[in-house]
């Protein structure tokens, strides 16, 4: 079968691998969709520092079940699913309180072990989740989602709240949607004006340009002088990491999403004045997968501002290779394997 590999830094290409055969409890899946992320990105740049070569991205899954492995009830060859992702150890500290996603020995599709940017694909039942209702384009859509979600459940965002979003990328329009869907007021802020429209359909009811406008003033005059009740980082730079503490009010929740790659100094005396809750949230559980699926279900998400382009797995890397040259062009990318 036909799968697409990242063999080094700034090194993808169109590969062959074996069939593979579901074990018991597995099902076998015909991937139909699959997104590309910003850890794919990162990967064939050489900045994650999570992924070995060579490796097999792809974590966005829409599938059909097209075998099922011994022991396997409740799911029918032709259903249409999409897969959580991580795995983990149900053993270390994380996975005693139940938060399976920061799982100590995690494993993330196409991150530290082979993801799913091939023609078939074995994955275990419980990691299986459907709708009745959804495309194959939205259920590839979901995983993405929720990390912007969960994020949102991390800063406890509840509809009384202002939420500053930072970063209005594919993780940072999750974030924008989550914290909408909560019924709260949400201020987008990024550093480009063409991201103005797709942050406020997703749920921004106002948009910040901080490369061109005064950050500070503008939240402080949307927020009675007060700041916003949640920041969320949905960057990984040093200038937003400080930006979210400086800006959130007094008694507020800041989470950070993303991760800088150079050390921060912060004005430290602001977690204490402020009493700051700092919090970091990586990947999502299985409510958040819930709530973006009841989301998209209702129709509450622009499907088609947010996917920019829609390729063959044929030319997937050609894609990997424009979105590397112009990451602030792209938005989502999907492989459409039935192309």
């Not at 999570?50 to 490796?55: E, G």
């Not at 406020?200 to 402080?220: H, P, W, Y």
């Not at 699926?293 to 998400?301: D, P, Q, R, W, Y």
């Amino acid at each position: 079968m036909k799968a697409i590999e990242i063999t080094g830094p700034g090194k993808v290409c169109l590969s062959e691998r074996e069939m593979p055969v579901p074990h018991p409890g597995e099902v076998l899946l015909k991937i139909n969709r699959v997104g590309y992320c910003g850890s794919d990105l990162g990967a064939f740049k050489g900045l994650n520092p999570l992924v070995t070569y060579p490796r097999v991205p792809g974590h966005e899954i829409g599938a059909t079940i097209a075998g099922l492995g011994a022991g396997v009830t409740g799911w029918n060859v032709g259903q249409e699913v999409l897969v959580i992702p991580y795995s983990s150890c149900g053993e270390c500290s994380a996975c005693q309180k139940k938060r399976f996603n920061c799982c100590m020995k995690n494993q993330t599709l196409g991150v530290q072990r082979e993801g799913m940017m091939c023609e078939y694909a074995t994955a275990p039942v419980e990691k299986l989740m459907a709708s009745k209702t959804l495309s194959l384009q939205e259920l590839a859509l979901v995983e993405p989602l929720t990390v912007g979600f969960h994020a949102v459940a991390r800063g406890q965002v509840v509809s009384a709240d202002t939420v500053a979003v930072i970063g209005c990328g594919a993780i940072g329009l999750g974030v924008i949607a989550g914290a909408n869907f909560r019924g709260a007021r949400v201020i987008a802020i990024d550093i480009e004006d063409g991201k103005a429209s797709v942050a406020k359909a997703c749920g921004a009811s106002e948009f910040i340009n901080s490369r061109t406008e005064d950050v500070s003033q503008r939240l402080k005059s949307l927020t009675d002088g007060q700041g916003p009740d949640v920041v969320i980082e949905a960057v990984g730079h040093p200038l937003t990491y400080r930006m979210a503490v400086e800006e959130v009010c007094f008694a507020g929740r800041v989470v950070y999403i993303g991760w800088a790659k150079t050390p921060i100094e912060y004005e430290t005396k602001l977690f204490v004045l402020k009493e700051l809750d700092i919090r970091g949230s990586r990947n999502a559980l299985p409510q958040d997968f819930r709530d973006v699926i009841a989301m998209l279900e209702a129709g509450k998400f622009p499907l088609e501002a947010v996917i920019t382009k829609t390729v063959s797995l044929v030319d997937a890397p050609a894609a990997m290779d424009a979105w590397a040259a112009d990451p602030a062009g792209i938005t989502k990318i999907q492989i459409d394997l039935d192309r």
